[in-house]
């Protein structure tokens, strides 16, 4: 699968932009990196115990190779802001990309990506599938190389709601395959794509588009080049739909698979932002829906399909790294941009502040040429750490040191010691005013309207017993509060009904989001011109009630 006539075979859209590219000499032994970026995988991979059923040997291997980080957390549970963050080295509180909002060009066009960063400083860079949010979506000159891949194999209309009557039938190979595969009309009604679905497709790995987009970065690791490379692949897989060859689903019986840990009261002790993100389908369908069409074991075996054939196709890239003149020197960085909840606190998909969601997969594997003073394979780290911590942590491999203005931490000193002194908490945030700090032990979610969420994971990994408001837990929860991020740009966030209202420090006029309507919760777009009487009646609430509070419950 991975020869490099299949590479060849495929047609790809590449951007070749270095001869318009301003660049300064790079040192010889400035090492490779490959960057590995994965979306949606939370932490079912076997090295790290999140499913104990999940196939990965290939990143399991990896792991054994250098340092598993088993704190890592995402800066923002969301694609969007959670690379645009990697990519900047910026928070998400200070580039204001806190969506999927997050073109890079349009949002940020005067911030130096990472790939930008590399190129100025020598570097070949390249890069092939999602790396940025959306495949096209990069700063012109952040690559020498760009593959963005092949379309899905399935015709577009296959998944939209308006085409399946009630199902859609795809005629190919003499085959027929209907869509959805689940059965399931779609929770997310207002929009026609229908991506909460799941099941086997009978067809060859090369019709898949992330097989595409791997053997384009294996292609690329068979060739010389004259100065370091930067080399990223991503991945799309898990992301729904969780579509694969149809030998990865039957490795996963639906009949025998184990569903993730569930109580059925775990929304009984949040506060109403909580039960909000548990049950509004933002990102997914809803967990009622699953259950109502008896799909919860099928969904979770195809999860898991989808992540060994991620894990195969990222074994075919190692072993081309493994047998070219790159593998003596050159970093391997393996990451997902934030995690996945298959049903647990009854929710699908992302944009929470709970450990499902937060929790990533890091691997960091030195380049065998590198000596680093106490490094040992097959290390792991349960330090907290963060992805933006990577843009700082690759500036540190490839010899080059970052400006002051990223917000991250250079992890390469725990890669040689994970006990290397470090913070005792990390932060992901999701949406204005709503952040989880984790350490080692607790996990603090803090909502806009001033609720909150404690959850000791020593004893409650899971996060089922909310202790907010345990007497015992009061000083604890001050002292959290004070890492929760400041964000200065706000001056008031609001809660008023489903409403929630961010008054800008600036003066700017309000931002409004209505958190009844289903997309909405995510914040996107600012909605205050549909709304004029709501924005009305809580401008009059502050000025007949002045305060310096900032997070706000008005009455409604």
Not at 34 to 40: E, Q
Not at 129 to 151: Q, R
Not at 326 to 344: F, P, R
Not at 406 to 427: F, I, Q
Request: charge should be negative.
């Amino acid at each position: 699968m991975f020869s490099r006539f299949c590479v060849l075979a495929v047609s790809f859209a590449v951007v070749l932009a270095g001869a318009s590219v301003p660049e300064t000499s790079a040192a010889e032994d400035h090492p490779n990196v490959l960057f590995i970026a994965i979306d949606d995988l939370n932490d079912w991979v076997g090295c790290l115990d999140g499913h104990p059923q999940v196939k990965t040997p290939h990143m399991d291997a990896l792991a054994a190779r250098g340092v598993l980080f088993t704190e890592a957390h995402c800066t923002a549970p969301v694609c969007g802001p959670s690379r645009a963050a990697i990519m900047s080295g910026r928070r998400p509180w200070t580039t204001g990309v806190y969506s999927n909002n997050a073109n890079y060009p349009k949002r940020l066009p005067d911030v130096e990506s990472m790939p930008e960063f590399l190129v100025r400083h020598g570097y070949h860079v390249m890069g092939s599938g999602k790396l940025f949010h959306g495949d096209t979506s990069y700063p012109k000159g952040a690559f020498h190389e760009y593959a963005k891949g092949i379309p899905q194999p399935w015709p577009k209309a296959a998944i939209l709601s308006s085409r399946q009557n009630p199902v859609y039938e795809w005629h190919v190979d003499g085959k027929v395959i209907t869509f959805p595969r689940n059965g399931m009309p779609a929770d997310r009604i207002w929009k026609d794509t229908h991506t909460f679905d799941w099941g086997p497709l009978d067809l060859p790995d090369e019709k898949f588009r992330d097989t595409a987009v791997v053997n384009w970065g294996s292609e690329r690791l068979t060739k010389s080049y004259d100065k370091p490379f930067f080399l990223g692949v991503g991945i799309h897989l898990p992301h729904q739909p969780l579509y694969a060859p149809k030998r990865f689903h039957d490795m996963y019986p639906p009949e025998t698979t184990v569903l993730p840990p569930y109580r059925e009261d775990d929304l009984e002790d949040l506060p109403i932002a909580g039960r909000d993100y548990a049950l509004i389908p933002t990102t997914s369908g809803t967990h009622a829906s699953v259950a109502k069409y008896g799909q919860w074991k099928s969904a979770v075996s195809s999860y898991m399909a989808t992540v060994t054939f991620v894990d195969y196709l990222i074994g075919g890239l190692l072993r081309e790294l493994e047998k070219s003149e790159h593998a003596q020197d050159t970093w391997i960085v393996l990451w997902s941009d934030h995690g996945w909840h298959l049903g647990e606190k009854d929710h699908w998909g992302k944009a929470t502040g709970w450990f499902r969601s937060t929790r990533v997969p890091l691997i960091i594997v030195p380049p065998r040429s590198t000596k680093l003073g106490s490094f040992q394979p097959g290390t792991e780290c349960d330090q907290p750490v963060n992805l933006i911590d990577l843009f700082p942590t690759v500036a540190a491999m490839a010899g080059l040191d970052p400006s002051d203005r990223l917000e991250g931490r250079n992890l390469l000193p725990l890669v040689d010691d994970p006990k290397s002194n470090w913070p005792d908490h990390t932060v992901t945030t999701f949406g204005r005013g709503n952040h989880a700090v984790t350490t080692k032990r607790w996990r603090l979610i803090q909502y806009f309207d001033g609720s909150a969420e404690l959850y000791d994971r020593s004893i409650d990994p899971h996060e089922w017993h909310n202790r907010i408001n345990d007497p015992w837990c009061r000083q604890l929860v001050n002292e959290l509060k004070k890492r929760v991020p400041d964000e200065p740009n706000w001056k008031h966030l609001i809660r008023y009904g489903s409403f929630k209202a961010v008054i800008p420090a600036d003066g700017q006029p309000m931002l409004l989001f209505n958190h009844a309507v289903q997309n909405h919760l995510e914040e996107r777009y600012d909605e205050s011109d549909k709304y004029p009487e709501v924005v009305e009646q809580i401008t009059t609430w502050l000025k007949e009630h002045p305060t310096d509070q900032k997070r706000i419950v008005i009455p409604r």
